[in-house]
């Protein structure tokens, strides 16, 4: 009893604006699985994709939306392991070829035919979303569907991040972004994995959510402090700043400044993406304090069950806002200037 139609929220042309409408639900092929999305959360990467803000085009038109939780209501004849009824979650990677040199070493984020929910493949801003069986995120009926989506996309990346960084149980690492969504759930990853977390990001509400309720013990707000790279530095024990850096943030800036604030042998993670941007450090100091810079893309299907394990131990909690699918636009502007403490989740029955 799976409807003909749906509704989605769709893109026309790179810019928007997001149209809220019936479009056909989609039949799932041999190695799919179509999922009935309850819920979705929405990542700055959405926006981006709006936007066009990589240099990588979207489909046209686009259902975007990657962090969709749900339950599966089709699936087709390869799909063996999965069955209908079961909970699956639609992740950023879609599905990969699981044949070339980066999947068969678990690195498929990095496949040269990866699909890209809600980018190059449609995503979970619809009712019905289909996604290839061999990827989906399983999700355990224990686990609720909308505190669960965000782990989806934010989750599995920022603990692959906190993973990529090497930093150890004990050592101090600086969120950058903390205030956001990634940047929101790193802080509970990183103290679940036993490391204590400074948070950067700006105003009141970040500042109170980051240390009364995500559990850092210091806040550097980066619109007031006077020398960012002094503050941090400052938040540590000894002054010599923390042993890694988690950059969530969607400006340029800060990935110009955490190489100048690590620890000497600090690793710096780069995970946001703002458009147009470039990294840059002191050669000298990069040099001298044997600084490791690197990037970090989402996570492979080990991780995502690693950080859904993580959240269904009772040991991530990350505040969440639920509004309609209707309401993706008022979401985009919120996120647009900064305004979201945490993640928004849709409900797609609204
Ligand atoms: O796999 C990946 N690498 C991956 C996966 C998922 C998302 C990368 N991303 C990217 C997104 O595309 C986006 O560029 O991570 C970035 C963060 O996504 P998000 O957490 O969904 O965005 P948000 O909720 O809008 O949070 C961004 C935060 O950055 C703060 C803002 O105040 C906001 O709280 N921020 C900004 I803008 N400038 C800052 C600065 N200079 C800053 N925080 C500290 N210092
Ligand atoms: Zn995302």
């Keep these: 009893n799976v409807p003909k139609r749906q509704m989605a929220q769709v893109i026309e042309k790179t810019g928007g604006p997001v149209e809220f409408k019936e479009i056909d639900v989609q039949q799932p092929g041999p190695d799919e699985v179509l999922i009935n999305i309850k819920y ?5 990467t959405d926006l981006h994709a709006v936007n066009g803000d990589w240099p990588l085009p979207t489909k046209l038109p686009l259902v975007g939306g990657h962090e969709g939780a749900g339950v599966v209501v089709a699936k087709g004849d390869l799909v063996e392991d999965i069955e209908i009824g079961d909970h699956a979650g639609v992740k950023w990677i879609n599905g990969t070829c699981l044949a070339c040199d980066f999947c068969q070493q678990a690195d498929e984020p990095l496949c040269p ?52 960084s090497g930093a150890k149980p004990g050592q101090t690492v600086a969120i950058v972004g903390a205030g956001g969504g990634l940047g929101s759930l790193a802080q509970q990853y990183a103290q679940a994995m036993g490391l204590r977390t400074i948070a950067i990001d700006s105003g009141e509400e970040k500042r109170k959510m ?14 007031k402090s006077s020398n960012v790279v002094k503050d941090v530095q400052q938040a540590t024990e000894d002054g010599l700043g923390p ?16 190489a100048e604030y690590v620890r000497p042998r600090g690793t710096v993670i780069c995970i946001g993406l703002p458009a147009g941007a470039y990294l840059k450090a002191p050669v000298f100091e990069s040099v001298i304090k044997m600084v490791t810079i690197k990037g970090s893309y989402v996570g492979n299907r080990k991780d995502t069950q690693e950080a859904l394990d993580f959240y269904r131990r009772g040991i991530i909690k990350a505040p969440f806002k639920v509004v309609g ?26």
């Design 40 to 44: 979705s959360g929405v990542c700055h």
């Design 325 to 350: 699918l209707s309401e993706l636009q008022k979401v985009y502007d919120l996120m647009h200037e900064g305004k979201i403490a945490g993640r928004y989740v849709l409900d797609t029955s609204k």
């Design 243 to 258: 042993h890694a850096v988690i950059l969530v943030a969607v400006n340029e800036k800060p990935f110009q400044q955490a």
């Design 113 to 164: 035919k990866a699909l890209l929910s809600g980018y190059t493949v449609d995503g979970s801003f619809q009712q019905y979303c289909i996604a290839k069986g061999a990827h989906v995120a399983r999700i355990h009926k224990d686990i609720p569907l909308d505190a669960i989506a965000p782990v989806l996309c934010a989750g599995i990346t920022v603990y692959k991040g906190l993973k990529e």
């Design 210 to 223: 980051c240390t009364e309720q995500l559990g850092s013990y210091a806040f550097v707000d980066f619109a």
